[in-house]
């Protein structure tokens, strides 16, 4: 059984920061793309940001490319968000995934993941 588990999301002042992380258990996630996505009130969940561990590619939706930064701890299993200069628009709940994908590129890494974290709320006031 594969376990993600979200935590650091929070109420932020907007152009303020946050980074989340995503503990993975389980299985061995050496090789498993991970990414984040988010669901805002009312809308279908998107794509935010992806990292493959082979040759530390990384992929980024246009809404966070300039402030978001996804990084990883292999050792911990460990997969971080750093978002930078938050904007209301950006409040969701922010889901980990992953799964072991094999394909390579953009539009590899945005569609849906077999294995979902529980999410967390981020909530940016104007």
């Known amino acids: 059984q594969v376990q993600l588990v979200e935590s650091g999301g929070g109420l932020v002042q907007a152009g303020g920061f946050l980074r989340l992380s995503c503990a993975a258990s389980?299985?061995?996630?050496?090789?498993?793309?991970m990414a984040w996505f988010r669901q805002a009130s009312g809308n279908e969940r998107e794509f935010v940001a992806a990292?493959?561990?082979?040759?530390?590619?990384?992929y980024y939706a246009d809404s966070g490319k300039g402030r978001f930064t996804i990084s990883g701890d292999n050792a911990k299993n460990t997969v971080y968000l750093q978002m930078n200069s938050l904007k209301p628009e950006d409040t969701a709940v922010y889901y980990c995934?992953?799964?072991?994908?094999?394909?390579?590129?953009?539009?590899?890494?945005?569609?849906?993941?077999?294995?979902w974290g529980q999410g967390t709320q981020v909530t940016v006031s104007s």
């Open positions: 995934a992953a799964d072991p994908r094999n394909c390579s590129g953009y539009g590899c890494y945005v569609l849906p993941y077999d294995y």
């Open positions: 389980g299985r061995t996630f050496s090789r498993y793309p």
């Open positions: 990292i493959s561990w082979s040759g530390g590619r990384t």
